[in-house]
């Protein structure tokens, strides 16, 4: 990747996705990929950020491991590596417009359900993680949405922040090798994404330490209010940019 204006364009859009990623443990993807779909070939974005991606996992995890309930972690990754492959055959026959469309106005509504303080009382939280995770691997071949499901379901249950971190990066890693490992037999990712992922660890560099101040300000009530507005906002935006396009 030539360093020019793109780059630099692209480089800015990395660090505010991943500053927003690595604070709240959700987001890059879903507010990444459509402004990078402005500057870059659509069909090298994919394997640009995937790597990205689980860089920023394993970052937010190297920070969080000691607060990770791994049982918990294991039931959501668990039920999400079962589901995934009989849900990614349902894009043989539905169409995947659609199904984005539908899986991102439920999460919004939902979203919009816990902004407006509604509570479910789930007090069987092994259960819950088997079944939250199950509905991350049923959306994420369909929609490439993994973490909001996830994310909702930790904000409904009032989770502490670090435990939130922690969770999800845990669960997102696994799913995000194993994603990674069929993106780089099926060629998507490959030497050329990973290098020009090389030229974005600067920017990813200084969104760290941008979230690190953040984190040290952000109150619990105000970090799983920002998830849930985070998530709503960004589905928005993927449903917006689904119907113009």
């Not at 987001?27 to 402004?35: C, E, Q, R």
């Not at 920070?63 to 990754?77: E, F, I, K, S, Y």
């Not at 009032?158 to 999800?168: K, S």
Request: glycine share 6%.
């Amino acid at each position: 990747m030539p360093i020019d204006t793109t780059l630099i364009l692209v480089g800015l859009i990395i660090f505010i996705a991943s500053a927003i990623k690595i604070t709240f443990g959700v987001g890059f993807a879903l507010i990444g990929t459509p402004l990078l779909l402005l500057v870059m070939e659509p069909n090298k974005v994919v394997g640009f950020i995937a790597p990205l991606i689980l860089l920023q996992d394993m970052i937010i995890l190297s920070q969080t491991w000691r607060h990770v309930p791994w049982r918990h972690a294991a039931l959501l990754a668990a039920a999400a590596v079962v589901v995934a492959p009989f849900s990614a055959q349902l894009l043989t026959v539905l169409d995947p417009r659609t199904l984005q469309v539908t899986i991102s106005s439920i999460i919004i509504v939902v979203g919009l359900a816990l902004l407006a303080g509604l509570r479910l009382s789930i007090r069987r939280e092994p259960v819950a993680m088997v079944a939250g995770g199950a509905v991350s691997g049923l959306v994420f071949p369909l929609s490439g949405i993994s973490g909001p499901p996830v994310a909702l379901l930790l904000v409904n249950q009032q989770w502490p922040v670090r435990t939130m971190r922690a969770v999800l990066a845990a669960y997102l890693v696994v799913l995000e090798i194993v994603t990674i490992a069929v993106f780089a037999i099926n060629g998507v990712v490959n030497v050329e994404s990973l290098v020009e992922g090389v030229f974005m660890l600067p920017f990813l560099g200084m969104s760290v330490v941008l979230s690190a101040i953040v984190l040290r300000k952000l109150k619990p009530e105000y970090y799983r209010r920002c998830v849930t507005l985070i998530v709503v906002v960004a589905s928005l935006l993927g449903v917006v940019n689904l119907i113009l396009s």
